[in-house]
């Protein structure tokens, strides 16, 4: 058991949790404490340290805050706002009667709570699910009964602001829909501007039932000196799909991982995601999907632009169960080094165990082309300006596909920004 381990569990006593989470939050805390801590021998941790964390310092939980300003995504949604992991009544939209607070929640949604909370995550996996579960006192519950599309999204803010010391916040999700429903939900990871030294453990679970559609929008656009540990865990049924869109700057430790698991035949998954670390951060993407049915769907691309001293991570694994017959998987990642001093890690797996399936799976990494850059210079576009181009254009294909325009239009010049390049130029290439 590492200090941190022990110094989390203290943080959890310090709660004023609802009591019908007390068993709950106690079990987990137990399974906390009783996993090994991932080292680098841990193949799952194999290309990041834990070191930030255990030498952030951090010493418990933040105050309720009011930051001055919050650059919010423009969209006809129902909003809900966490700042520093504490509910914000003055930055929330009033909820419609899909959407409650856990520290709200009526028996009814309580059991509900009770039915799903932990179920969908694979904690003996994912060793930080634990710890948000060991943390739980509030969350979202977003339960949509059958065949009943939200007309609005369901737009989760969760600010971090900077401190003196470094503190600590447990965000957290849970999705239910019933049969043939239907709902898009925005979360978006944001900080101030100032500083930053905390941690941040997020999870969030949703459960896709018969016939139900989700689309799903993780935005982590956060200061780089913040520590984020998230996961996304997936539950499809019968016909179920999920489609997702993440994208993700880099931090002193950044890890995100997504787990889909297809239990209902006919099921689809279409997930697409883009990670941009620079200066010295790291960035790391796991994804785990399983196909335990036939006649499942999954398709998966990722890009990532790796700058300056930057580093990145990504594994992602299919694994085809033996009765998975007439699966249809795929598995695509791309790289695009703009500095000799930047690294990549990425490790794309397969593994069937049906012999009725079409499945693939790649990875590149690449540089900026050099013969590109030279025949746009020679037309008059600087080399600058041609970087720009080169490198926008390698994500461009995924920031087309946003069916979201609120957050296409949201994303686009702050990544203009990231690029610390002209922002009528990407918009002028990404209207070409």
């Known amino acids: 058991m590492s200090e941190f381990q022990e110094l989390a569990i203290a943080f959890a006593a310090e709660q004023q949790s609802p009591a019908w989470l007390a068993d709950f939050r106690r079990d987990a805390a137990q399974q906390w ?14 290309y990041t340290s834990l070191l930030p964390l255990q030498k952030a310092g951090v010493s418990g939980w933040s105050v309720a805050k009011q930051p001055a300003d919050i650059d919010f995504v423009e969209v006809d949604a129902t909003r809900l706002v966490f700042v520093d992991g504490i509910f914000s ?13 856990f520290k709200d929640a009526n028996s009814a949604q309580q059991d509900l709570i009770n039915r799903y909370l932990g179920k969908i995550v694979d904690t003996e996996r994912h060793v930080f699910s634990s710890l948000a ?11 949509v009964p059958k065949s009943v599309q939200l007309q609005k999204p369901v737009y989760v803010v969760h600010v971090s602001t900077s401190g003196v010391t470094p503190t600590v916040a447990n965000q957290r999700l849970l999705v239910v829909t019933e049969t043939g429903s239907a709902l898009t939900v925005i979360e978006h990871f944001i900080t101030t501007d100032e500083q930053q030294n905390g941690f941040v453990n997020s999870l969030s679970e949703i459960h896709v039932a018969d016939n139900a559609r989700v689309e799903h929008y993780r935005i982590n656009l956060e200061q780089e000196g913040l ?19 993440t994208i993700a700057q880099g931090s002193r430790l950044k890890r995100i991982d997504y787990q889909v698991n297809h239990r ?7 997930l697409q995601g883009i990670y941009l670390p620079r200066n010295n951060q790291v960035v790391d993407y796991h994804t785990n999907v ?9 398709s998966e691309v990722f890009r990532g632009i790796i700058a300056d001293s930057s580093r990145a991570v990504f594994n992602g694994r299919i694994y085809i169960h033996p009765h998975a017959q007439k699966t249809l998987a795929e598995l695509s990642n791309k790289n695009l080094l703009t500095s000799a001093k930047a690294e990549i890690d990425t490790k794309p797996e397969l593994e069937i165990y049906a012999d009725d399936v079409r499945c693939a799976h790649g990875a590149t990494v690449s540089q900026l082309n ?9 037309r008059g576009v600087s080399r600058q300006e041609a970087e720009v181009m080169l490198s926008f254009g390698f994500i461009n294909e995924l920031l087309e596909q946003i069916q979201s325009s609120s957050v296409q239009d949201y994303l686009l010049p702050r990544i203009a920004r990231l690029f610390g390049r002209d922002n009528e130029l990407l918009q002028q290439i990404h209207h070409d």
């Open 264 to 270: 209902g035949e006919g099921a689809s998954l279409d």
């Open 290 to 298: 399983q196909h335990m049915v036939p006649h499942c769907t999954s």
């Open 227 to 245: 520590i984020h540990i998230g996961g996304v865990h997936i539950d499809l049924h019968r016909s179920a799909h999920f489609r997702g869109f």
């Open 133 to 143: 579960n060991a943390w739980v006192d509030d969350g979202v519950l977003v339960a």
């Open 33 to 46: 404490l009783n996993r090994a801590w991932p080292t680098r021998k841990t193949e799952a941790w194999q």
């Open 89 to 101: 009544t003055e930055l929330s939209d009033e909820l419609p009667a899909e959407i409650v607070r």
């Open 370 to 378: 050099a013969t590109a850059l030279y025949y746009l210079q020679s």
